[in-house]
């Protein structure tokens, strides 16, 4: 369902489940959520990569699970997006650590909510987004994509390949500001870990704040947010990385967040 592995301070969660193409089942979603929070409960874990294993980053939901339903389905999508995949995008979106993930190939409908969810995205140049809810399915997106794709782009953008269901090329999300960086397919994974490797350096508690800064932006007002940056930069100030951040200065060295960071 989905594979583990640690290389220093940054641990790789990779979908892997071939016969469904990596698709969000209720057992995948509870299984990332279970590693997403192992991975904040480690304290040697700085950093979290997300990536796919196979052809595909995820084909998004299952319909043969919708299709296996007896009930009524609107009952069963109502409870299974409130139990499960809420919760699980929600907590990505929160997560303290820093989150990279890795689009190794196409991100179908609830894939492109789980890949956009983390802080930074890098995707293959064989990757593309597809949104296909409205025009082959006749529902909305779901798993946060209205929100994500629609600060990715304009309005006009995200409207449209929401109801065109066209697939956007890793290369055009990246030019258009979807996501942070395309690169070759072989370079994905390297260029991928030495990004997660770099945030695992920097200091914790910079990370959540300036993270806690930025989602705020997207709501409040102006003086609101200077009031916020106000109180986050004085906490900033007062803790042992902003020292270290000077030490580092006056030796001319680079700074160890590793040891002095967390406040």
């Not at 790789?12 to 990332?32: G, K, R, V």
């Amino acid at each position: 369902m989905i594979e583990i592995s640690d290389n220093d301070y940054v641990r790789t969660i990779a979908l892997y489940d071939p016969s469904s193409f990596n698709s969000i089942t209720e057992e995948m979603a509870n299984a990332l959520l279970a590693a997403l929070k192992a991975a904040v409960a480690d304290d040697q874990i700085r950093a979290v990569l997300l990536t796919g294993r196979g052809k595909l980053f995820s084909a998004g939901g299952n319909l043969k699970t919708f299709m296996s339903q007896e009930g009524p389905l609107d009952d069963y999508v109502n409870k299974v997006i409130e139990d499960t995949y809420n919760p699980l995008a929600e907590y990505l979106m929160a997560m303290p650590k820093p989150v990279v993930s890795a689009i190794n190939g196409p991100a179908i409908g609830a894939g492109v909510g789980l890949g956009l969810n983390a802080d930074i995205v890098l995707a293959a140049k064989s990757a593309y987004f597809s949104l296909p809810f409205v025009p082959k399915l006749g529902v909305i997106p779901d798993m946060g994509c209205s929100w994500l794709v629609s600060r990715g782009l304009n309005y006009n953008q995200a409207l449209a390949l929401f109801l065109t269901g066209e697939a956007m090329p890793a290369e055009v999300a990246a030019r258009s500001g979807m996501i942070w960086k395309c690169v070759d397919d072989a370079e994905l994974m390297k260029e991928a870990s030495t990004l997660a490797a770099n945030l695992a350096k920097l200091s914790p508690a910079a990370i959540r704040r300036t993270k806690e800064a930025l989602r705020s932006a997207c709501e409040s007002s102006f003086g609101t947010q200077l009031k916020l940056e106000q109180q986050l930069q004085t906490l900033s100030f007062g803790g042992n990385a902003f020292q270290e951040g000077l030490r580092s200065f006056k030796e001319r060295r680079e700074a160890d967040f590793i040891a002095h960071g967390d406040d």
